[in-house]
C-alpha cells in the first residue's frame, strides 16, 4: 500500500477497511475493502492523482455519481464515490468471480452459445447506457466481469465523466482518447472527436471475435502495427478458423466490424438481434445490403502509439501539406521509474533525424545509462555500452549515436557495437551536433569545439568574451552556419558562427538550447521553463518575427540545462518539472469545490480583480523556484497572460479601480498597468525586504509589510501612491513582535492583521490610521485576515480551516460569532502571507490545490508547426 493510499486509509477507516490491492490499470488502482456501514465486500477504485488532475476532480466526481443511476442487470453499479486524502475514489460491487479476460486465459475459445450469450447480456447493457446518453469507449475482456455465468459491465463511470467534464474535452483536443488497440473503432484510433455509440459496437464485434476464435480481429508486434491492420485489413474470416461457428454469428461480426461508422449495426440492441435471429440476419444478405468492399485508408504515412498509464494515445499521421496539415498530437509517455529520465544535467533528450524514436539519459543500477524508445512502442531499451553516458545525440544519417562518457566523446553505431573514442574532453560540455560532413561541434568551458567524427584533436573554433559560455550548437542546413546559445551576465541570447570566416554573429533574440526546424523556427528555451518558437530566416541568419510560446513546463536548472529534445520536424519531448504545480478551485461556504478551469502551474498568492473577472496570482517558474513572475489569469475566458518579465516578481495587489498592480520586485515593491500597456514604476519602501499588502478604497494609501532587516521582526507599513511620492510611514512596528498581513476594511477605517504577541499568531484589528485600542479576532489561532466586501465578516485561516467571524465597525468595534466554514488540502505560503481570496458576495473562495506531477513523464508533441501554419 502506497503513502498516499495509506492516508486514505486513515480518512476512510470509519467507512471502509482496506484489505488488499485487487489490480491496477491506467484509470484507477482497485483494492477490496469492507463496507462498515452495510457489512458486505466492495471494490474501492482510487482514481490516479495526475488523471483526476486533467479531469478536474470534483467534476469528475460530480459526473461519475449519475453513474448510480444506471441500473441494469447486466452493468456494475456506483455505491459510493467522493474524494479524501487528496485523492479520487468511488465505490463498486465486489463481484465473486473472475473476468472475461481470466476465463480467455485459462479456455482460450469459449463454446460459441457461451460466447453469444455473453456478447448479447453485454449489448444489452450497452443498449441500455446508450439510450442514457454513456458511450463506454474501452470494451474488452477485462472490463466484462462474469457473476454466476452472467456478464456485469464495469467502469462505465470513468467513460460518463471523461465524456462530460471539460477535462474530457482537453484529452480529445489534445488526441487522447481512452482504449485499447485492439478493440478499438477506426475512427476512435484516428482520433476524432465526437465518439459514438458505434465505437461500443465495433469493440464488443472484437470481443466476440477473440470469445471465438482466441484472439482479437487484429494482432501485431506493437501498437503501431495494430492499429495500422485496424485501419487497412479486413478480419480473416470467423468460419474459416472454426467450422463450428454459424453463419449468421459471423455475418453478424463482420458486419460490427465495419471501417464505418455508418456500416455497421445502428444500435447494440439490433447487434444482440442479429446474434438471436439466424434468419433475419445472414451472411449472405449482410454482405448484399452492405456491399462493403476491402478499404485501405489512403492515409499511411505512421501512427504514434504511447503509454499513459494503462490507457493508450493513437493518432493517425498524413502527409503534411499546406491544404493538409497534419493533426495535432500530444501524449505523455510515463517510464518505468528504473529507467525513468535522470534530472536536467546537460541536454539529457534527443530525437532520431527521421523522428521515428528517442533516446534520453536514464537511470541504471550503477547510475545512469543511455536508454532508447520508439514513438510507437511500449518500453525502452537500453543502449548496450552506454553506461555513465550523456548528452546524446545523432548523427545526421541516424546511424550513430554520440554521447560522453566520462572525459570523452564517444560514439556507437546505433543498430549496435562496440563504442568508439572520439576526443578526449576536459571540463563540462554543453550540447553537440553532428553535421552532414562527419564532424561533431560541441560546446566547452572554452568555447564551441570541432573535431573530425572519426576521431583526432578537439580545436576551438569559436571563444567567447570574459563572462560568457557558448552553448548547445546546431549545425543549419548546408553546414556552413551554427546556431548556438551565448550564456551570460545578460541571460542567454542566440548567435550564430560561419565555419568559414570563424565570425560570430549576434542575434537580438533571448534563449537556450536552440534548435532549428525546417518549417522555418529555431525552438528555445528559457531557464524558467518555457519553449517557443522563434520566426528564422536560415538564408539571411535573422529573427523574422516575435516568439510563440509552445509550453511552459519544461523542467530546467540552474545552469539553464534541459530535458528537451527537438527533431528537424519541429516535433518536441521533454521531461516536466516533477511537480505540476497547483491548480485552481472555487470553494463554497460549504466546502463543495469546483476547478476554476485554468492551467495547472506553480501558483502562489491569487488576488481578484475588483470586478471578480481575473486572478493576478504569483508563479514560480519550476520546482526550483529559480525566478518567478506576475500573471493574469482570465477567469472567463480561461485564459492567461504573463504581466511581468522581471523573474523576482510576485505577490500582486490590485489597485481599487483595477488599472494598476503593486508587486514585490526582488525586496522592493513597483507597480505597473494591469494591461501591461508600461513600465513598472518604483514605489518608495524603506530598507529592507517589503511585500505590498492592500490599497485603501481610495487606492491613494498602499500598506505594506516585511522586515527592515535580516532576522528583524515582521511590520507593517504604508505608503502614499498616486499623488505624488510621499515618505513611507510605519503602521505597525514590531515591538518584538510579528506583524503582519494587513487587510482594510471596505470603509477604509480598519485594519484587520496578525500578529504573534500572544505568543501564536492571532488576528486582529485596529483602528486606521488610529489612535485607538486593538481587538482580537481568531480564539484558536488565526492567520491571512480579508474583510468581506459588506464589512461585516472578517475571512481567516486556522491551519487548514477556512473560518469566518462576524463583526460591527459602526460606534465601537465588536466581534461576533466565528464560524467554521470549510476545510481541505488547499495551500499555504510558509511565510503566512496570503494565499487565496473571496469574491464580493462572500460566497465563493479561490483556493489553490497542489497537484502531484509526474517525475517519471516524458511529453511529446507532434505537427505543433502544421497548425502554426495553418493559423498564419
Not at 490507457?311 to 509517455?333: D, S, Y
Not at 550503477?366 to 514513438?375: D, H, I, K, N, S
Not at 554543453?430 to 572519426?454: E, H, K, N, Q
Request: some cysteine; overall charge neutral.
Amino acid at each position: 500500500m502506497t503513502d498516499a493510499t495509506a492516508r486514505l486509509s486513515t480518512t476512510l477507516q470509519d467507512r471502509y477497511r482496506i484489505e488488499r490491492e485487487l489490480g491496477a490499470g491506467g484509470m484507477a488502482t482497485v483494492y477490496l475493502a469492507h463496507d462498515l456501514r452495510h457489512d458486505r465486500k466492495v471494490a474501492l477504485k482510487v482514481l490516479r492523482p495526475e488523471l483526476s488532475a486533467i479531469l478536474g476532480a470534483e467534476r469528475f466526481l460530480a459526473e461519475i455519481r449519475t453513474t448510480a443511476n444506471l441500473q441494469h442487470p447486466h452493468i456494475l453499479g456506483l455505491f459510493d464515490s467522493g474524494q479524501a486524502a487528496g485523492l479520487v475514489y468511488y465505490v463498486m460491487p465486489y463481484v465473486e468471480g473472475e473476468s472475461l479476460r481470466d476465463r480467455l486465459k485459462r479456455e482460450h475459445q469459449l463454446p460459441v452459445d457461451d460466447a453469444v450469450r455473453i456478447a448479447r447480456e453485454v449489448a444489452d447493457a450497452l443498449s441500455y447506457a446508450h439510450q442514457h446518453g454513456v458511450i463506454h469507449r474501452d470494451i474488452k475482456p477485462e472490463n466484462i466481469l462474469l457473476h454466476g455465468a452472467h456478464a456485469l459491465v464495469a467502469d462505465f463511470g470513468i467513460a460518463l465523466a471523461v465524456s462530460r467534464t471539460d477535462g474530457g474535452t482537453r484529452m480529445t483536443e489534445t488526441g487522447m482518447s481512452i482504449g485499447t488497440p485492439h478493440y478499438m473503432a477506426p475512427e476512435q484510433a484516428m482520433g476524432e472527436k465526437e465518439i459514438t455509440p458505434k465505437a461500443d459496437v465495433y469493440a464488443l464485434g472484437c470481443v466476440l471475435y477473440e470469445m471465438l476464435t482466441g484472439e482479437p480481429p487484429f494482432t501485431g508486434a506493437t501498437a503501431q502495427a495494430i492499429i495500422a491492420r485496424v485501419m487497412t485489413e479486413e478480419p480473416r474470416s470467423l468460419t474459416l478458423q472454426r467450422k463450428s461457428i454459424p453463419p449468421h454469428v459471423e455475418a453478424a461480426v463482420e458486419h460490427a466490424l465495419a471501417k464505418l461508422p455508418a456500416d455497421r449495426f445502428a444500435t447494440a440492441a439490433e447487434f444482440s438481434e442479429a446474434l438471436a435471429h439466424p434468419e433475419r440476419f445472414t451472411a449472405h444478405s449482410r454482405r448484399t445490403e452492405t456491399n462493403l468492399p476491402r478499404r485501405v485508408l489512403p492515409r499511411a504515412a505512421g501512427l504514434v502509439a504511447a503509454a499513459i498509464g494503462g490507457a493508450l494515445l493513437w493518432m493517425w499521421l498524413a502527409p503534411r501539406t499546406r491544404e493538409n496539415p497534419r493533426q495535432l498530437v500530444r501524449f505523455g509517455i510515463e517510464l518505468p521509474r528504473d529507467v525513468a529520465p535522470v534530472g536536467a544535467t546537460g541536454t539529457t533528450i534527443e530525437f532520431s533525424p527521421d523522428g521515428s524514436r528517442i533516446v534520453y539519459v536514464g537511470r541504471a543500477p550503477a547510475g545512469q545509462r543511455l536508454y532508447t524508445r520508439g514513438l510507437d512502442q511500449i518500453d525502452p531499451v537500453a543502449i548496450a555500452g552506454t553506461d555513465g553516458g550523456i548528452l546524446p545525440f545523432f548523427s545526421h544519417d541516424g546511424q550513430w549515436i554520440g554521447f560522453r562518457q566520462g572525459s570523452r566523446l564517444v560514439k556507437a553505431a546505433f543498430a549496435g557495437g562496440p563504442v568508439t573514442p572520439v576526443c578526449d574532453v576536459t571540463g563540462e560540455t554543453y550540447g553537440a551536433t553532428w553535421t552532414a560532413g562527419d564532424t561533431i561541434l560541441f560546446g566547452s568551458d572554452s568555447g564551441l569545439m570541432d573535431v573530425p567524427a572519426a576521431g583526432g584533436r578537439a580545436r576551438v573554433v569559436a571563444k567567447p568574451d570574459s563572462g560568457e559560455a557558448f552553448r548547445w550548437p546546431d549545425v543549419l542546413p548546408g553546414d556552413r552556419n551554427v546556431l548556438f546559445a551565448i550564456f551570460g551576465r545578460g541571460g542567454l541570447h542566440l548567435a550564430v558562427l560561419d565555419r568559414r570566416t570563424g565570425k560570430v554573429k549576434r542575434l537580438q533574440q533571448s534563449g537556450g538550447y536552440p534548435r532549428y526546424v525546417t518549417a522555418g523556427y529555431v525552438v528555445v528555451s528559457d531557464p524558467s521553463g518555457i519553449v517557443s518558437a522563434v520566426p528564422f530566416d536560415a538564408n539571411r541568419l535573422e529573427v523574422t518575427g516575435a516568439s510563440v510560446p509552445m509550453t511552459d513546463k519544461l523542467q530546467t536548472n540552474v545552469d539553464g540545462d534541459r530535458n528537451l529534445g527537438v527533431s528537424g520536424a519541429g516535433d518536441v519531448a521533454y521531461q516536466a518539472s516533477p511537480t505540476a504545480g497547483r491548480r485552481f478551485v472555487l470553494v463554497d461556504r460549504s466546502g463543495v469545490s469546483r476547478d476554476a478551469g485554468l492551467d495547472t502551474a506553480l501558483y502562489f498568492a491569487p488576488r481578484l480583480s475588483p470586478d471578480g473577472h481575473h486572478v493576478a496570482v504569483s508563479r514560480w517558474t519550476d520546482i526550483n523556484q529559480i525566478s518567478r513572475d506576475v500573471w493574469i489569469l482570465d477567469l472567463l475566458q480561461h485564459t492567461r497572460t504573463r504581466l511581468t518579465f522581471d523573474t523576482s516578481a510576485g505577490w500582486p495587489v490590485w489597485t481599487p479601480d483595477g488599472r494598476r498592480i503593486a508587486y514585490q520586485r526582488a525586496k522592493s515593491v513597483y507597480w505597473i498597468p494591469s494591461d501591461g500597456s508600461g513600465a513598472p514604476d518604483s514605489l518608495p519602501t524603506p530598507a529592507g525586504q517589503w511585500f505590498p499588502a492592500v490599497f485603501d478604497p481610495t487606492g491613494h494609501t498602499l500598506l505594506y509589510h516585511g522586515i527592515a532587516a535580516q532576522g528583524a521582526k515582521a511590520e507593517i507599513g504604508a505608503l502614499t501612491v498616486g499623488g505624488g511620492a510621499a515618505a513611507p510611514q510605519r503602521v505597525l512596528a514590531s515591538g518584538g513582535f510579528h506583524n503582519y498581513n494587513p487587510s482594510f476594511s471596505p470603509d477604509g477605517r480598519w485594519v484587520a492583521y496578525v500578529s504573534d504577541e500572544s505568543g501564536r499568531f492571532e488576528v486582529y484589528v485596529r483602528p486606521y490610521p488610529g489612535p485607538g485600542g486593538r481587538w482580537q479576532v481568531s480564539l484558536a489561532g488565526g492567520t491571512e485576515p480579508i474583510w468581506s466586501a459588506t464589512g461585516r465578516e472578517i475571512f481567516y485561516r486556522n491551519g487548514d480551516s477556512v473560518m469566518t467571524a462576524t463583526v460591527r465597525t459602526t460606534g465601537a468595534f465588536e466581534v461576533g460569532v466565528r464560524t467554521f466554514l470549510f476545510e481541505g488540502p488547499y495551500h499555504t505560503v510558509p511565510n503566512g502571507i496570503r494565499d487565496y481570496d473571496v469574491t464580493r458576495d462572500g460566497r465563493t473562495f479561490v483556493m489553490l490545490q497542489p497537484v502531484q506531477g509526474v517525475a517519471q513523464s516524458v511529453f511529446v508533441t507532434l505537427n505543433w508547426f502544421d497548425q502554426l501554419g495553418r493559423k498564419r
